[in-house]
């Protein structure tokens, strides 16, 4: 059994999460501070898109984005001698994308749910929006968020056609998780491909006892 996928995996689930969990929280504050109900819809669907579309789909934009061909695939190869496409950094990618909607949609849902009156008397006191933020809206919305953040991490580890598009399925390099399943099953090695869903299997379960113990705590605190 070759042990790369799982490696590669968890590193690229690792550096995802990191850049969802942030890019999340402040799309998430950004959004529920829009005033205009028509322009925050917008917004709300526009970053909720990568999870109702086909992540074969999505992954299809990056390639056309991001491939050596392209401007941007271009600028990087040239200016930082970078090249995305077919590269690890490409599998990071995918997976923030498509995990991205998960963590968003959770802060989202957990900044709405911190009682506006606490908010409203921090700017009665004197608070900036950057305050509120930091001291009012993350402390009570933590269990959400960290349910968000836990989910999105078991979705970037689990992410299949977008990382296939833009990462392909290379060895030792690219080859995730999902894809080595996909490729042990179509090399017929059933036993082998067992190993690495059993594996997955484990991951999603401790991930949804993580969003358990945060949910239990959540209503704890209520």
Known sequence: MDWSPIWISLKTASAAIAITF???LLAAWGVI????????????????????????????????????????????????????????????????VISFPLMYRAARGAFEQVDQNLVHAARTLGMGE????????????????????????????GEFGATAMIAGNIAGKTRTLPLAVYSEVAAGHMDTAWNYVWVMIVIAFLAVLLMNMAGNRKNRWE
């Open 22 to 24: 942030v890019l999340g």
């Open 33 to 96: 501070r829009i005033r205009n109900r028509k322009i925050r819809m917008i917004f709300d669907g526009i970053l909720t898109l990568p999870m109702v579309l086909p992540p074969t789909v999505a992954g299809f934009f990056l390639l056309y984005l991001l491939g050596v061909k392209r401007p941007i695939g271009q600028f990087f190869i040239e200016y930082f001698g970078v090249k995305i496409a077919f590269s690890w950094q490409a599998t990071v990618i995918a997976a923030v």
């Open 130 to 157: 950057i305050q509120i933020f930091f001291r009012v809206l993350l402390p009570n919305a933590v269990p959400g968020i960290v349910s968000g953040g836990v989910l999105a991490f078991a979705r970037g580890l």
